[in-house]
Each structure stands twice: as C-alpha cells, then as structure tokens.
C-alpha cells in the first residue's frame, strides 16, 4: 500500500505533438453565418479563399460545398493530406478555373 507506480501509457509525446500542434482554421460562427438551415451545394466550387489560422491568414484552394449570402463553408487540404472545413466570409472567396495558378 502506499505505492507510487507510474504504468505505461500507448499515446506517445509525438502522437500528442501532432494533435495539439496541428493547425485548425478558425470558422465563422453561427451569428456571423447568418441562416438556420443551410443546404449542401448542388455541385461544389473550385474557390480560392482566405482562411484564418491562429498563426496567420493564407490563401488556400478550396470547394465551395456551401454557401450563404455573407459567408461561404469550403473544403480544403493541408499539406499533410488532411482535409479541413471552414466558413469563411463571402468576399474572401473568389471562383476560380480547375488548373488556375495561384495570384
């Protein structure tokens, strides 16, 4: 009785690195949407958008998979293949053609 004994743990300080450090945009809320109901786009849209980042804003391509009068929810990749959804506001968002280099 009486013993300290630390057992093994199978999530590695890496596993917890990842987790913690992975970035996640920063979503419009709710209020700032501005619908109840939003449906799904019938076909998404090749956007680029400006996503906010706790660390930084950055431009990404992205689907438009819905969208509102003031905002726009997209779809997108970080470079470790994850995807990401985000509603971002609707003048940050431009269409552009599949193909189309970056500005």
């Known amino acids: 009785m009486g013993q300290n004994r630390r057992y093994g743990s199978d999530v590695t300080d890496l596993a917890i690195y990842e987790v913690v450090l992975r970035p996640r945009p920063i979503s419009l809320t709710p209020e ?21 980042f706790p660390e930084a804003s ?31 506001w609707a003048s940050a968002v431009r269409r552009v053609e599949p193909g189309e280099h970056r500005r």
Not at 32 to 52: H, K, L, N, S
Not at 60 to 88: H, M, N, P, S
């Open 58 to 88: 950055v431009e990404v391509r992205a689907r438009a998979i819905a969208w509102t009068d003031r905002a726009v929810q997209i779809e997108f990749e970080l470079r470790d293949g994850e995807k990401r959804r985000a509603w971002v």
């Open 32 to 52: 700032e949407i501005g619908a109840a109901e939003i449906p799904p786009a019938p076909v998404p849209v090749d956007v680029a958008a400006w996503v906010r």
